[in-house]
């Protein structure tokens, strides 16, 4: 069993950065794929972005393409620790971001390859 505990989010203006943090217990982190998924009012939970295990200490990050350019998926295995650095937030970025825990690289995308979740921290981007 693996417990994520997501922090970090809150109200910023458009143009601002904010970075989330998602602390790991459980399991053997350093070999999770690790994601970012954020839900806006209505909508369907999306992909923002997951970084992969590929073996040994090999990492590859991935980005939906909303966000590509401005956000930054990281990691601190010495932590149990995924961050996700967004910069440039637009409106549009308002959502409630959550973060998840797989084995396995494939379907990096998809939220129902997603062993664990989060609670889900706000975000939210004023105009």
């Known amino acids: 069993q693996v417990l994520l505990v997501e922090s970090g989010g809150g109200l910023v203006q458009a143009g601002g950065s904010l970075r989330l943090s998602c602390a790991a217990s459980?399991?053997?982190?350093?070999?999770?794929?690790m994601g970012w998924f954020r839900q806006a009012p209505g909508k369907d939970r999306e992909f923002a972005a997951a970084?992969?295990?590929?073996?040994?200490?090999?990492?590859?990050?991935y980005y939906g393409d909303s966000v590509k350019g401005r956000f930054t998926i990281s990691r601190d295995n010495a932590k149990n620790t995924v961050y996700l650095q967004m910069n440039s937030l637009k409106p549009e970025d308002t959502a409630v971001y959550y973060c998840?825990?797989?084995?396995?690289?494939?379907?990096?995308?998809?939220?129902?390859?997603?062993?664990?979740w989060g609670q889900g921290t706000q975000v939210t981007v004023s105009s």
């Open positions: 970084i992969v295990w590929s073996g040994e200490r090999i990492y590859y990050a």
């Open positions: 459980g399991g053997t982190f350093s070999r999770y794929t």
């Open positions: 998840a825990a797989r084995m396995g690289s494939r379907q990096f995308q998809d939220r129902g390859a997603y062993d664990y």
